[in-house]
């Protein structure tokens, strides 16, 4: 009995291939105190899904063949159905029950208990949504998946997370969307690199050499102004003793300390020029430090969010190139829109050939950087997004559509399934349903959480710091040779000044006994002109005397008296100290 007959009292009257009447609704009696008392209902639809979360989950039964008890974010308890269907976890994916719960089944247990009726749920075989493919390679098509289940007689109802477009409801019946939605695009979260350079990445290089150079401008016009002015710490053509004058380093450490803030302590400058200039120069270093202490912020812990893909109309989307790879799912509502739409034509075929069986895989693919970008509904990616915080949603959504429930097009339940879900929208149930499933965001609290630095954000200042300790081992050893050189030389000009003054003593006492006689001699060779007795005990004097009356002086007391000149060593070193009419008595002479 596979015929088709008009509807009768008790309905439709239509059998299957197996002889079982179908959309007939059974009522389950019992007979109590002598009368038939209905106890139930059965009608036998066979509902059939997928595995698509969060409108679809699946997991196994335990052991008793019953499903796990688990509970929302609410507190409520999760609401589990028994689903045939293929074990994706086990070889040859053998059909064995397992536990289906999520959007979806929710939306179908208040349908079935508003419309009464019973249904059995399974998994469609092939893992698809369904789309026409070419039987053979030959002209003819059929439709696979749940479109094809659906068609074939295998199942009554569709629910799942279908989407709405032409091209499938020429052949099937839709309920009235339960969920509005569109396409967007996955890509993986761009993590900051730090880099050793990152705590200067704030400012470009120009910026920095503009700093740097201010700072040693600042610096020498504070020097200028401050000596310069009549009011600065440098008394010019002054008799009064001077302070302590603003030097050229204390004034660069003025212009670094006004920077970074470290303390000024002593040589700021005094004169109100400077002054004025050093009160610019602090409320120029205000604006800079504020400045990159914002965007230090912003470029260590923040994302970035103009390296990622803009939308639809991105040039890396609309020029694909194999260094960026993006895709969809395989026979897919999204693939079918790539497909028909002529200004996407070379998208599609970029696409085509990196497509993926299932969404589960392609989102695990953007995950490990094999995809780069997953265009897909934007339910299930935005949901993905908020349970995978290394993934985020970017550009604006297109195609807009909705997710219906299919049905065939001579189903007696399509008027009232849209009717039901129409007012599921009115009473808030779908509002529900989108709250428990699809808003719940796990990575809300991390993203809002304030964020914390790590030492590979901060490892170029801590190297910085390294920097700053060798340079300063390294200039103490500079310094510290720098001061031995220094001392050598003083204990040299040291050892010249305690030989001169033995010399001038071994001086004084050669002329201490022939003073008199000296006296003569040089009055006689001078023209009578006697020494003044001051020169008589000063004999550095009196060699200079000689020198400005006459030369014959000179080689008469050294030919009289024997005088020895310095040794020549000696006289260097007492030049090089300035004093040069000791050392060579008779220069001129010899």
């Known amino acids: 009995?596979?015929?088709?007959?008009?509807?009768?009292?008790?309905?439709?009257?239509?059998?299957?291939?197996?002889?079982?009447?179908?959309?007939?609704?059974?009522?389950?009696?019992?007979?109590?105190?002598?009368?038939?008392?209905?106890?139930?209902?059965?009608?036998?639809?066979?509902?059939?899904?997928?595995?698509?979360?969060?409108?679809?989950?699946?997991?196994?039964?335990?052991?008793?063949?019953?499903?796990?008890?688990?509970?929302?974010?609410?507190?409520?308890?999760?609401?589990?159905?028994?689903?045939?269907?293929?074990?994706?976890?086990?070889?040859?994916?053998?059909?064995?029950?397992?536990?289906?719960?999520?959007?979806?089944?929710?939306?179908?247990?208040?349908?079935?208990?508003?419309?009464?009726?019973?249904?059995?749920?399974?998994?469609?075989?092939?893992?698809?949504?369904?789309?026409?493919?070419?039987?053979?390679?030959?002209?003819?098509?059929?439709?696979?998946?749940?479109?094809?289940?659906?068609?074939?007689?295998?199942?009554?109802?569709?629910?799942?997370?279908?989407?709405?477009?032409?091209?499938?409801?020429?052949?099937?019946?839709?309920?009235?969307?339960?969920?509005?939605?569109?396409?967007?695009?996955?890509?993986?979260?761009?993590?900051?690199?730090?880099?050793?350079?990152?705590?200067?990445?704030?400012?470009?290089?120009?910026?920095?050499?503009?700093?740097?150079?201010?700072?040693?401008?600042?610096?020498?016009?504070?020097?200028?102004?401050?000596?310069?002015?009549?009011?600065?710490?440098?008394?010019?053509?002054?008799?009064?003793?001077?302070?302590?004058?603003?030097?050229?380093?204390?004034?660069?450490?003025?212009?670094?300390?006004?920077?970074?803030?470290?303390?000024?302590?002593?040589?700021?400058?005094?004169?109100?020029?400077?002054?004025?200039?050093?009160?610019?120069?602090?409320?120029?270093?205000?604006?800079?430090?504020?400045?990159?202490?914002?965007?230090?912020a912003a470029f260590l812990v923040l994302d970035r969010p103009e390296e990622r893909i803009t939308g639809i109309n991105d040039p890396r989307l609309r020029n694909p190139s194999d260094k960026f790879i993006y895709a969809t799912v395989k026979q897919s509502s999204v693939d079918i829109y790539f497909r028909r739409q002529v200004e996407l034509s070379t998208m599609y075929r970029h696409m085509e050939k990196h497509n993926y069986e299932s969404a589960a895989e392609a989102i695990q693919a953007v995950r490990d950087n094999k995809l780069h970008a997953f265009i897909w509904d934007s339910a299930v990616l935005e949901f993905e997004a908020s349970q995978k915080c290394d993934l985020v949603t970017t550009g604006e959504l297109f195609f807009r559509s909705g997710f219906g429930i299919g049905m065939r097009k001579d189903s007696p339940w399509k008027q009232n399934v849209s009717l039901n879900i129409l007012s599921s929208h009115e009473n808030g149930f779908m509002e529900d349903l989108d709250k428990t499933w699809v808003r719940y965001q796990e990575c809300d609290s991390r993203s809002n959480a304030p964020a914390t630095l790590t030492f590979e954000n901060m490892a170029g200042v801590f190297m910085l710091v390294a920097g700053g300790i060798v340079a300063g081992i390294f200039l103490i050893f500079i310094e510290i040779a720098y001061k031995r050189h220094k001392d050598a030389r003083r204990k040299q000009m040291q050892l010249a000044f305690a030989a001169v003054n033995v010399w001038r003593k071994n001086l004084q006492v050669d002329f201490h006994g022939t003073i008199d006689g000296g006296n003569l001699l040089l009055a006689g060779d001078t023209g009578g002109e006697r020494v003044p007795p001051s020169l008589l005990h000063k004999p550095l004097g009196l060699v200079s005397w000689s020198r400005s009356g006459s030369g014959q002086a000179c080689q008469s007391g050294r030919a009289a008296h024997r005088v020895r000149p310095a040794p020549v060593g000696l006289q260097r070193r007492a030049q090089t100290a300035g004093s040069e009419g000791a050392t060579d008595l008779c220069a001129d002479e010899r």
Request: glycine share 8%; charged share 20%.
């Open 1 to 296: 009995m596979s015929s088709k007959y008009p509807d009768g009292v008790t309905g439709r009257v239509e059998f299957n291939d197996d002889g079982d009447r179908k959309y007939a609704n059974y009522s389950i009696v019992n007979l109590q105190n002598r009368k038939l008392v209905q106890v139930g209902t059965y009608n036998g639809s066979h509902i059939v899904t997928i595995h698509q979360e969060p409108f679809v989950y699946v997991k196994p039964t335990l052991l008793d063949g019953t499903c796990k008890e688990e509970f929302t974010v609410n507190g409520d308890l999760i609401k589990k159905v028994i689903c045939t269907g293929p074990n994706e976890t086990i070889p040859g994916r053998p059909i064995v029950p397992q536990c289906c719960y999520g959007f979806c089944i929710d939306l179908l247990i208040k349908l079935a208990k508003s419309m009464n009726f019973t249904y059995e749920v399974h998994l469609v075989a092939d893992g698809k949504f369904g789309t026409q493919e070419r039987v053979n390679n030959s002209n003819k098509k059929e439709w696979n998946g749940m479109m094809g289940e659906l068609l074939s007689g295998l199942a009554d109802m569709i629910v799942a997370p279908l989407t709405i477009n032409n091209e499938r409801a020429q052949y099937i019946e839709f309920s009235k969307p339960f969920k509005y939605q569109g396409l967007t695009i996955l890509v993986k979260k761009e993590i900051p690199r730090s880099t050793l350079d990152s705590f200067m990445q704030p400012f470009q290089s120009t910026l920095w050499l503009l700093v740097g150079l201010s700072v040693h401008v600042v610096a020498v016009m504070l020097y200028l102004l401050d000596r310069f002015s009549p009011f600065g710490r440098f008394k010019v053509n002054s008799e009064e003793e001077e302070e302590d004058a603003l030097t050229l380093s204390s004034a660069m450490w003025f212009s670094w300390g006004v920077l970074l803030n470290s303390g000024i302590g002593e040589g700021a400058p005094r004169s109100f020029s400077a002054r004025i200039l050093g009160m610019v120069w602090a409320g120029f270093a205000m604006i800079i430090v504020a400045s990159y202490t914002a965007n230090l």
